[in-house]
């Protein structure tokens, strides 16, 4: 027997997205099924759900006695760098509690007074606002407050492979935090190679760097790009320490600081490849299912037991391991391509490039704002037409609307239509909804099942033969 | 090509005259009217990307229904098809390579437009739509194809936007080596030969 699907914590309203409407798991027919019964050897979580972020706190202040911060004084000004992510999971407040601690710690420990806090953002103008206002920021630091984008005026940074550029108000500092999260969402694009670094390239950068990670190179040598940001003299120059919510498909497993930051990064690359590796490697076993999403935020991001709907709909591509470094690519590149046979592209990300596990997709709530090509590849079902109205407008998906217009993508007038029709396309009632839950999935019974009595073959599989090479293409053994 | 349903319309009377639409328009359709007394939108150039309406801290643009010149494409036939096929080859890219995830622009469009003209990215924005959706990630290929057109350093400098010349075939051997001994577990030498492969170096050397 299973317990009831546990309400997933709640997310902020946005402009990016219509009213907030009845989670997915509030209807009937889901269960909860827990990540530690499915893995019990992962590790207990210092936070999941609730509303006590104590621990949080406890484990911040705590992380941050083995950190050096003697090259800061009192009349520094000190950046808290943030990535907006950062206030997506777990509902966002553990993350300001972490933000909170370190700020109080520099205080006690340097009696610098000057500590603001950077928020960084996508691309919406708006959107650091919102989160400035949402989680009231300006209360917790006292005004020093501001938010940054990739729009905002550019430093140029000289690295070992040429100039890149940064974004001129993060750094403006004397020194400068890295106060990270290592949630692993992308996998397919950082491929473990660096996660704790990426904001350099990301969430730090200048949108003309944002574009050569992703365009520039491959999706493993890319992530040397912000490894190289972060070794610049520049970034050098201001870096003073970096700490980092560390996670794992049970929730929050720990604080981690270090100065060291390749440090940090080899404990974070350990406990992901170990933990989120036997999660992505599980979902990738499912065999047909629906995907329901139902986040704030957009829908490559949204998690179940820790692993984001992206992670599932590029799992099993082309029969490439995400982690495996071997294969160039986890999912299928235009530039791997022959050049001759480059013709018409569009079509073929379409037919290619995603799960084929993932029979039908329901959009309970999503942002819009982050083009899901391949997605239209698979019959798609909104609940609600101000949702479709949203997505319709939506500059990065121009097929929501060719699509919408010719019936392809459907309309339903509420969640449980769209779930009828859905099921009804893929041929199963297996269902999985994403989101934002870690530490347990919200999905049927039936898919449950399935889960449970995958888990230990997984699990060998992992340990005994996936899991060492992966290691061993990360010096990490 | 793609389609263009609205266009950008002004609140004199909440407008501050900030430039931040100016700033941030991928296509340089806004701009300071000549009497500096309101901002100015360029209809043929505006490719309905709304960033504009985002991005205005007064909220003084809201986007109206456009009634003409709603599908823009670049007018290939204008166009010897082997001079196209020759600078997307000399960009590294394949003409029919859709080198924007959001729009599906292709590199055939991209080379078209700067035969046809275009001196800087937002002049390529201008006339394909290229850069519509996020607005971020396909912004090197339009670099690429600008510098394959041979476009002059100061026209680019007409830009909002910094020149990234980064190109990972540029990395020199030496410096290749002493990353690959740093970090090995990056590929770098395994991934540039296969960009070199299918992306660049033979047709650069072919050039």
């Not at chain 1, 007074?113 to 103008?125: I, K, Q, T, W």
């Not at chain 1, 919510?245 to 080899?266: E, V, Y």
């Not at chain 1, 170990?274 to 299912?289: D, T, Y």
């Not at chain 2, 009377?13 to 700033?23: A, D, F, I, N, T």
Request: hydrophobic letters at 40%; one cysteine or more.
């Amino acid at each position: 027997m299973y317990q009831p699907a546990v309400v997933p914590l709640p997310f902020m309203e946005s402009v990016y997205q219509p009213p907030l409407r009845k989670r997915a798991a509030e209807h009937p027919g889901f269960v909860s099924l827990p990540v530690r019964d499915l893995f019990p050897e992962f590790p207990e979580a210092i936070y999941c759900y609730g509303e006590d972020f104590s621990a949080i706190r406890q484990h911040t202040l705590r992380a941050l006695e083995k950190v050096d911060m003697g090259m800061i004084e009192p009349g520094h000004r000190v950046h808290l760098l943030a990535s907006e992510h950062g206030f997506s999971i777990f509902g966002g407040w553990p993350y300001r509690e972490m933000l909170g601690a370190i700020r109080d710690a520099i205080r006690e420990r340097t009696g610098c007074r000057d500590v603001r806090l950077g928020v960084a953002a996508y691309r919406g103008f708006r959107e650091s606002r919102e989160v400035i206002e949402a989680f009231r920021l300006e209360e917790l630091f006292e005004g020093k407050v501001f938010g940054f984008g990739p729009y905002d005026d550019g430093v140029a940074i000289e690295t070992e492979v040429g100039t890149l550029f940064g974004v001129k108000k993060a750094y403006d500092a004397d020194r400068f935090v890295h106060s990270y999260y290592d949630d692993p969402r992308e996998m397919y694009f950082h491929r473990f190679l660096a996660r704790s670094f990426k904001a350099f390239a990301m969430s730090y950068a200048r949108l003309e760097t944002r574009s050569a990670y992703h365009y520039s190179f491959k999706n493993r040598s890319s992530n040397f790009l912000p490894v190289a940001i972060f070794k610049s003299p520049f970034v050098q120059e201001r870096y003073a320490f970096s700490c980092i919510m560390r996670t794992s498909p049970t929730g929050i497993m720990a604080i981690d600081a270090d100065n060291d930051l390749f440090a940090l990064d080899r404990r974070v690359t350990r406990g992901h490849l170990e933990r989120f590796g036997k999660m992505q490697k599980l979902l990738e076993s499912i065999e047909a299912c629906v995907a329901i999403i139902d986040g704030g935020r957009w829908g490559y991001y949204v998690h179940a037991g820790g692993v984001t709907f992206g992670v599932l709909m590029f799992s099993n591509c082309e029969g490439h391991d995400i982690m495996d470094l071997d294969s160039p690519s986890a999912l299928m590149m235009i530039d791997e391509v022959p050049y001759e046979e480059r013709e018409d592209l569009a079509t073929r990300m379409l037919r290619t490039g995603i799960n084929p596990a993932l029979k039908a997709v329901v959009l309970n709530q999503q942002w819009a704002g982050i083009p899901f090509l391949n997605l239209f590849s698979k019959p798609i079902f909104v609940v609600g037409r101000d949702q479709m109205e949203y997505l319709r407008l939506d500059r990065a998906n121009p097929l929501f609307k060719a699509m919408g217009d010719l019936g392809v993508i459907r309309v339903a007038d509420d969640f449980q239509a769209a779930m009828r029709k859905a099921r009804r396309a893929a041929r199963t009632d297996k269902a999985l909804i994403f989101d934002g839950s870690f530490g347990h999935l919200n999905l049927s019974p039936s898919l449950a099942d399935e889960l449970v009595q995958k888990a230990p073959g997984v699990r060998k599989r992992v340990e005994e033969e996936l899991l060492p090479r992966w290691l061993r293409q990360r010096n990490l053994e | 090509m793609i389609l263009r349903e609205y266009l950008p319309d002004i609140d004199r009377s909440l407008c501050r005259k900030c430039r931040k639409c100016e700033e941030i328009c991928p296509a340089a359709a806004i701009a300071l009217a000549r009497d500096e007394k309101r901002m100015a939108v360029d209809a043929g150039r505006c490719i309905d990307c709304q960033r504009c309406m985002d991005a205005c801290p007064e909220n003084a643009i809201t986007m109206v229904p456009r009634r003409a010149g709603r599908v823009l494409q670049v007018d290939l036939s204008r166009l010897d098809p082997e001079e196209v096929k020759r600078l997307c080859r000399k960009a590294g890219l394949a003409p029919g390579e859709a080198v924007c995830a959001c729009s599906f622009i292709t590199a055939r469009e991209l080379a078209g437009a700067v035969l046809l003209g275009a001196k800087t990215p937002e002049d390529v924005c201008a006339m394909t739509g290229v850069r519509r959706g996020c607005g971020i990630y396909c912004l090197v290929n339009v670099f690429k194809i600008l510098e394959a057109g041979g476009i002059a350093p100061e026209e680019r400098k007409k830009s909002h936007l910094y020149h990234l010349p980064l190109d990972p075939l540029d990395i020199p051997e030496e410096k290749l080596r002493e990353i690959e001994a740093e970090f090995p577990q990056f590929r770098l030498r395994e991934d540039i030969s296969l960009i070199g492969k299918f992306r660049g170096r033979e047709f650069r050397e072919e050039e």
